[in-house]
């Protein structure tokens, strides 16, 4: 656990880690692309239980605009 908090601590005083993975740094490469590499077939499931939509970065610097959104299964 202590390496694990010494990781955290080292990136957070980081400066070049902090501002490219802060709000500021990501925002114009929202939504982060998550590639398929080639060759990859379709999944043969016909549902997944997260559905993620992609709702835009402009209400996130603002925690209180932040839901939960859970579905039953």
Known sequence: MDAERAAVQ????????????????LQAKLPLPWPTPAGTPPSPKPDYRSHYVYLGWQDLPEPATWQVVTRSV
């Open 10 to 25: 080292a990136r957070a005083q980081d400066p070049d880690f902090v501002r490219q993975c802060s709000l500021d740094g």
